[in-house]
Every structure is written in structure tokens, then in C-alpha cells.
């Protein structure tokens, strides 16, 4: 009997990507943003889905179903009713955007075939295009990959058609949808206001915004002002975890504006900041204020969950379940016995979840689990290159380079190079699925080193320099470095840095500015480790990723130390790097000391163009 073939699209919206399953399996998944090098790119992912094609040897018309990620009618039901709910506000939004929807959007499934008609010819008559709703399809993302046989699931991000957050039931193939919080209330919207009012980039600056979060001095009267503030006037917290949010205050609604910036203003005592301006304490009081109202709204949400399904097990996703912060707290309290998080928990693994929901739902194909591992492996789902295709985009560059054929070599050669505070892009592999760098997309460096994270932010990323890093450690290893218990391996929960490794703060350390409190030195691995002793971690595991997991054990026999730094391979404002062309250029622009591409090796002085960097470097556009 013929595998189903099925292909995921999420578009229109932002993070546009594709995902194909043949026979239930992951085959291949991409965001669109990493071949058009447009960040968070909304357009139809024809190179995505061209790569998918590829991967798996299918064509168009050999597709059982080609599945989109939410019911854009009901979305647009939804800014209907929404536009003459507070008519007549909003005029000048409707003005802009329903024309958009009437031109565009209320055709998409003529867009759709439009868009795959460009990739290949097929039969349409013969294309079926099916619709679930955008939550399902994030619940389904999470579920279906998920170790679990049975499983609640929560779903949080900033509004789909009406949903902004769900608590659904996976048992077996089935997903049963229990409740749903509706728009406007949402607390994915909540974040990002607060995302846009501390001058970040809206759906795009909220990772930095938890960031941010720790230089705030939980202790001072002003941020419990800020916190009680945030909970009075801004967002209701109920009983049964649901909120609701004062509108007085938003224009989210029916405006071009996240907030009413006066009276945001008169409410905080500031007004908004502006992109690139420098933060005050009173500003990192109030990212800390929202960081914790989120915390303890997801936390509430998650209590829901186990109530309502009774479940040990907890799925996750949406934008908000990259909240790693929130995550790390569920984890921590013991609420449920297993947790698995989505790695690409936007609205790009939204086209995964709907491919997986025709599987088992529209065509009732059954659900295996071992129970112990997901089916995401490890998120390595993208393109990878073969050396002859590298050794062309080499030559076509002038690189100079070395053909390293002993891989225990390499990774004896680049752990040296790391232990002596150099920097090493590194490129191996498939190419991840999702947000985070895991080892095979990847910029490295030596956590134990207190100057790297300076380094890092200012000559190779090119980015704010409180933004801190993640790092990655031997899965064997992690409870000699954090205080964490099970693994993480999509960088997706926070946890301490063992109390035995962490340096004392000065007495007066919250009288301290944000930089001074920067680059005061909190523990033997300083790279890595926040302000508030935490860390972002990534765990690394022999069977699933076994290239990074030598590299990581040649720097530990090198140093004794299982921890490298970890940040993704691009700098602000552009996504990760896809090609082995794409690496080459970030190296060159950057003050990045070393390359790897495969068993290729790449030394930054030994290529030509290294003394015009001008030629190189471009304006790097805050993301």
C-alpha cells in the first residue's frame, strides 16, 4: 500500500515555511527566510517547499493532500467583527487592510495552486487542499512528534483565526480541543506590546525583551510597582487561567499601533523607547515586571491543563512556548512528569502540525510512539551539502581552504582553536527546523571565557551587548553545570548554573548600571551564564547529533570543560545561514576567526579580501 505523501504550508503571515511527511514520517521541513535571506519573510515558501520536493524525490501531483495551517475565512470573520465591535476606531486600519484581503487573502486557495504552479505543473482538479484551524495545527505540531501516547497540550501565541490560546487532549491519533482563549485577550499580544513599548521589533524582538528581563532589580519598590501596575490596569487574571486585557490601553485592534502610548506613558512614567536608544533601570524593571506576569500566566495556564486532562504529560507551542524562561519554570515545579516543547513553535512549525493533522485526522492513519523519543530528529530537517557542492562554492569565492579527512582530527583541531578564545562558524549537516542554532548551523565559542560574550554581541553578531548566550553541554554532563534534571535538547528551558560554579555578586550589585552589572563575572563559565545565574540550555545528545557531540567531548578532553558557547551562524537582522555560500559570507563580514564547512576548514587571514572588510560588511538592520 502507497505511503501517504502529504505537504505542510504555513504563509501570508510571518515565518513562512514547508514540511512534507511520507508514510507519518518527517522527511524534511524549512523556513522560507532561509533561502530568500529576508527574516521572518511572509511570502509563499516556494523555495521551501521546492526543497521538501527534493529531499523526498516527490512531485506535486503525487501529493495526497497539501494542507495550509489555518482557515483564513475565519480569520477574516474574525477583523470583520472586530472592526464594527469598535467601529467607528479602526477606520484607518480597515482602510489599509481589507482591500489586502479582498484582492489577496479571500482567494487562498487560488494563490496556493498559483504558487505551486510556479514550482512544477500538475493537475489541479486532482490537488487536495485542506484548511485546519491555526491552534490545532500548533497542538498537533507538538503532540504528534512527542514521546507521548496520551498528552496535554496548551497552545499559546498571538491570535490565529479567534484562538490566542488553547488547552487541547492528544490520546493516540485524536486531538480533542477542551477550551480556547479568544481575541483580543491574548498573551502572546501582551508580551509584544510590552515588546514594542521597551523599543524591539514586534514578533520579531520579544526573545530580546526576555533577555532584557534579568538587569531589572526584582527587589525595588518600583518593580513590584510596575508588576501590581501591569495586573491592575493592564491584564485580569482569572481563576481558571483565562485573562482578559483592557483595551483602553491597547490599538491593536483597530489601530497600526500596538499600544496607546500616552497612556502608557502616564501609567509607567516614561514613554516609549525608541529603537536603539540606551535602557534605563526603569526600563529593565518593567521587562522584568511583564517577564514575570507571563511567567505566572503560563504557569496558571499550565495548572489548567492538568486539571482539565488529567494528564503527567505536557505538550507545547505556539509563540509563546518559546518563552524558554516559562518553560524552564513549568519543568522546574513538578506540575507534570514529562514536557516536550515544539522546537519550532511558531508559526513555522504550524505547516508540520497541519501536514500532520491530514495524516491522522483527515486520513485516520494510525500513531506509533516508543514512548521515549520524539520524532523530530533533532530538529535536523533541512538542507544539507555535499563536498563537491561546497568545493564549487569555494572555488567560486577564491577561498583558501583544507580538506580535513579525519573527523577526530577537526575536532581535536577546532577544540585547541576554541580554548584559545578564537571563534569558530560551524557548519555540518542538515540545517534545523526553527528558531534556535543546535550544532549544525552554529557560531562557537568558549564558555569559561569572561570577555566572550562582549566579543560575541559587539564583532561577530553585531547586536545589543546585554543579549546573552546559550550554551551547549554533553547530555552526560549537564548536571556537573546546571541544575536542570532532564534533557533540553532544542535550547528551550532555562535553568540555573549550579550553585558551586556561580561567583558572588558585589554588595551593592543592584545599585549597578546595566553594563556594570554586564560584565561582572558570575561564574567559572561566564559566557553563558545571565545575570541572574540562569542559562539557556542545550543539551547535547550522542545518538541524535554525534558530529557536535565529538566536537563538544574533544573540547572537555582538551579542557576538562563540556560547555561551549552556542549562537546561531548569521548577525542581526538576518536569518541563519542555509548554504555553505551563506557561511562563507557571514565569516567574511564578521571578525569570526575560523570556518568549518563539513571537513572543510577555513582560516579567516589566509583568505582573499580579509583586509577590506569594508567589502564585506553591510548595514545590519536591527531585528
Not at 41 to 59: D, H, S
Not at 231 to 238: A, F, G, R
Not at 248 to 253: I, L
Request: glycine share 6%; net charge positive; charged share 25%.
Amino acid at each position: 500500500m502507497k505511503e501517504k505523501t502529504i505537504l505542510g504550508i504555513s504563509a501570508y503571515y510571518h515565518d513562512s515555511a514547508a514540511a512534507i511527511l511520507v508514510g507519518g514520517r518527517i522527511e524534511a521541513a524549512a523556513q522560507e527566510e532561509r533561502f530568500t535571506r529576508k527574516k521572518h519573510t511572509a511570502v509563499f515558501p516556494e523555495n521551501a517547499i521546492r526543497y521538501c520536493l527534493e529531499e523526498t524525490g516527490i512531485q506535486i501531483g503525487e501529493l495526497d493532500a497539501v494542507v495550509f495551517y489555518d482557515k483564513p475565512l475565519l480569520k477574516f470573520e474574525r477583523l470583520l467583527e472586530t472592526y464594527y465591535a469598535f467601529a467607528p476606531r479602526g477606520l484607518r486600519q480597515f482602510i489599509v487592510s481589507i482591500p489586502v484581503w479582498l484582492r489577496e487573502k479571500m482567494f487562498l486557495k487560488k494563490m496556493i495552486r498559483d504558487g505551486l504552479s510556479e514550482i512544477e505543473s500538475y493537475k489541479r482538479k486532482n490537488l487536495k487542499l485542506l484548511f485546519p484551524e491555526h491552534h490545532l495545527s500548533h497542538a498537533a505540531s507538538a503532540f504528534y512528534p512527542s514521546p507521548f501516547r496520551e498528552s496535554a497540550i496548551l497552545t499559546i501565541d498571538g491570535v490565529g483565526e479567534w484562538a490566542t490560546a488553547s488547552i487541547c487532549h492528544g490520546q493516540g491519533n485524536r486531538i480533542k480541543k477542551i477550551k480556547e482563549l479568544r481575541f483580543p485577550h491574548s498573551v502572546g499580544l501582551l508580551y509584544s506590546a510590552f515588546t514594542y513599548y521597551l523599543g524591539f521589533r514586534v514578533n520579531s524582538g520579544e526573545y530580546k525583551l526576555m533577555g532584557l528581563a534579568p538587569y531589572g532589580n526584582p527587589e525595588s519598590k518600583q518593580t513590584q510597582k510596575f508588576r501590581e501596575t501591569i495586573k491592575t490596569h493592564i491584564v485580569e487574571i482569572k481563576q481558571d487561567a483565562s485573562i482578559r486585557l483592557n483595551q483602553d490601553y491597547f490599538n491593536y485592534s483597530t489601530g497600526l499601533k500596538m499600544v496607546n502610548e500616552k497612556k502608557w506613558e502616564s501609567l509607567f512614567g516614561f514613554p516609549k523607547n525608541e529603537p536603539g536608544e540606551k535602557f534605563s533601570q526603569q526600563q529593565c524593571n518593567l521587562a522584568y515586571a511583564i517577564q514575570a506576569v507571563t511567567e505566572e500566566i503560563v504557569m496558571k495556564m499550565a495548572e489548567e491543563a492538568r486539571r482539565e486532562t488529567g494528564s503527567e504529560n505536557l505538550c507545547m507551542a505556539g509563540g509563546v512556548a518559546l518563552n524558554c524562561v516559562a518553560n524552564g519554570n513549568i519543568q522546574k515545579s513538578g506540575l507534570f512528569k514529562n514536557l516536550f516543547i515544539q522546537p519550532a513553535a511558531g508559526d513555522a512549525g504550524g505547516a508540520l502540525g497541519a501536514a500532520q493533522l491530514a495524516h491522522h485526522i483527515y486520513f485516520d492513519e494510525p500513531r506509533e510512539t516508543d514512548t521515549t523519543s520524539d520524532r523530530m530528529n533533532g530538529a535536523q530537517l533541512g538542507p544539507s551539502f555535499s563536498d563537491k557542492e561546497i568545493i564549487r562554492v569555494l572555488k567560486k569565492k577564491k577561498a583558501v581552504y583544507q580538506n580535513v579527512d579525519d573527523y577526530d582530527r577537526l575536532c581535536r583541531q577546532c577544540a585547541e582553536l576554541l580554548s584559545s578564545g578564537h571563534v569558530v562558524g560551524w557548519f555540518r549537516g542538515r540545517m534545523e527546523f526553527g528558531p534556535r542554532a543546535l550544532g549544525n548551523r552554529s557560531i562557537l565559542a568558549d564558555a569559561r571565557d569572561a570577555a566572550m560574550q562582549k566579543k560575541l554581541n559587539s564583532k561577530i553578531k553585531y547586536r545589543e551587548s546585554f543579549r546573552p548566550f546559550a550554551p551547549s553541554v554533553i547530555e552526560e554532563n549537564t548536571e556537573e553545570y546546571f541544575d536542570l534534571g532532564v534533557p533540553s535538547p532544542y535550547m528551550l528551558l532555562v535553568a540555573g548554573v549550579q550553585k558551586e560554579r556561580r561567583k558572588p555578586r558585589p554588595d551593592n550589585y543592584h545599585d549597578l548600571n546595566l553594563y556594570e552589572k554586564l560584565y561582572h563575572r558570575r561564574s567559572d563559565i561566564p559566557a553563558v551564564t545571565h545575570l541572574d545565574y540562569s542559562a539557556r540550555v542545550q543539551t547535547v545528545n550522542r545518538e541524535t547529533n554525534p558530529d557536535y557531540w565529538k566536537l563538544l567531548r574533544a573540547f572537555k578532553e582538551k579542557t576538562g570543560c563540556s560547555v561551549l558557547v552556542n549562537t546561531s551562524f548569521n548577525v542581526r537582522g538576518e536569518p541563519i545561514v542555509c548554504t555553505p555560500g551563506d557561511a562563507y559570507a557571514c565569516f567574511m563580514k564578521t571578525e569570526m576567526d575560523y570556518l568549518v564547512i563539513e571537513n572543510f576548514f577555513l582560516k579567516k587571514t589566509d583568505q582573499p579580501g580579509r583586509d577590506n572588510p569594508e567589502k564585506w560588511k553591510k548595514e545590519f538592520k536591527p531585528d
